[in-house]
């Protein structure tokens, strides 16, 4: 199974951007990239997947590189309920799994 | 819809007793999944199903046993309890085709061994 890295943790200030790293350079071809995040005492909560283009949705957009070995999560404007761990994995239709790795924890100052 | 729902949410159990965590899901997904989650860490996957019948081991299967003989559940049995069995168990399930689907998760089941 490809392996995800991200940073263990980030803080950004409230109402400013945030843009959460993951590389994957072991990707194939078939990989999806997807974002979960899980907020404190909570399950993890879908936030986005991509394949190849960026994609955009009410919660967040993908940045998705031209090699497809890295990819970014950005967070438009920070509140502090995003506060949560961020967790950045590759899905691929052969394999089934869902692999977590531990996730980057986005701390945001009022 | 509820969605995934698990129980119990909280369960005390001493060292060598039994139990099974329940999860089930109403959305008709094919694709059903137990994780564990301990504190401070990721999630590890004990195991998964692909659809009623099939099951497969995960990263961390040992000490567990699931089963799935309908879509709709998918239960994770703990036979001989261990302290190290202590954890947050999370049930997941998602729909699959051409593309791989978003997964939904229940809202946890907190088991401490003593």
């Known amino acids: 199974d490809a392996k995800t890295t991200q940073p263990n943790s980030m803080e950004s200030n409230e109402e400013e951007p945030v843009h959460l790293p993951c590389n994957h350079s072991?990707?194939?071809?078939?990989?999806?990239i997807h974002w979960y995040r899980q907020l404190p005492s909570q399950g993890p909560e879908y936030v986005i997947h991509g394949l190849t283009s960026n994609v955009n949705n009410r919660m967040a957009s993908l940045a998705i590189a031209e090699d497809r070995k890295s990819s970014t999560l950005i967070l438009h404007r920070a509140t502090l309920r995003d506060a949560a761990v961020y967790y950045c994995?590759?899905?691929?239709?052969?394999?089934?799994?869902?692999?977590f790795g531990t996730g980057t924890r986005l701390k945001v100052l009022a | 819809n509820a969605g995934v729902t698990q129980t119990p949410k909280f369960r005390i159990l001493k060292i060598g007793q039994s139990m099974t965590l329940q999860c089930t899901q109403d959305m008709n997904h094919n694709y059903m999944y137990w994780y564990r989650q301990d504190p401070g860490m990721g999630l590890k996957l004990i195991y998964y199903s692909v659809g009623a019948g099939i099951t497969d081991k995960g990263e961390v299967p040992n000490g567990y046993n699931v089963s799935r003989s309908t879509t709709e559940d998918f239960p994770l049995r703990l036979e001989l309890a261990a302290p190290s069995q202590t954890s947050v168990y999370f049930c997941?399930?998602?729909?699959?085709?051409?593309?791989?689907?978003?997964?939904?998760f229940g809202e946890g089941s907190r088991l401490t061994v003593l």
């Open positions: 072991t990707i194939s071809g078939t990989d999806y």
């Open positions: 997941a399930s998602t729909r699959r085709g051409l593309d791989t689907g978003e997964l939904f």
């Open positions: 994995i590759l899905s691929n239709s052969g394999t089934y799994k869902y692999i």
